[in-house]
């Protein structure tokens, strides 16, 4: 198993290393990707939540619980992985990465910020399937941020994704 994880992990630093090296080049690109990074540590998500709730009434109340639950669920789970797993991040490894902005936490897998982000749109999505063209692009655009900005490996966005997805889905199944 050891032997496994040192391959994936020398794998996951070739393809962290090639993108962040590209996106080194562009220090606007790097900043937009700042910024969305930002604003998935949560800003961006109670937002919407608050959108819901005021825009919608009860429904939108529904579905910002549904959310928040889901939310709670999440944070526990990715926080007893990281902290089981003990996966230092990129920046961290000594593989010549820099972080472009600071890690919430010490260690990387999974990406939080992905679980979180997949989770919070297929949740949203089944309350307001009209909203896809926002989410689905603002949470790609965080699961790439992550690598790009040097907090995390591919493999980490992967796996956090269908944490993520399992998580949301599995929200439905009990709450609606």
Known sequence: MRALWQRLTKFDAFWC??????????????????????????IFWYALIAFFVLFDGLDGTRAGLHMLATSVVGLA??????????????CNAGIGIHA???????????????????AFSTVA???????????????????????VLGLHYPSDVIVASGLGLGLGYGSLKLFT
């Open 77 to 90: 789970l990715y926080k007893s992985l990281k902290h089981g797993t003990k996966r230092e991040r990129p």
């Open 17 to 42: 290393q090639n993108w962040h090296r590209r996106s080194s080049q562009y220090w606007l690109m790097q900043r937009g990707f700042a910024i969305i990074s930002r604003l998935g540590d949560g």
């Open 100 to 118: 472009v902005v600071a890690p919430l936490d010490r260690y990387s897998f999974p990406s939080g910020h992905t679980l979180h982000a997949v």
């Open 125 to 147: 999505l089944f309350h307001y399937p009209h909203l896809a063209w926002l989410l689905v692009p603002f949470t790609l655009l965080i699961a790439a941020s992550r690598v």
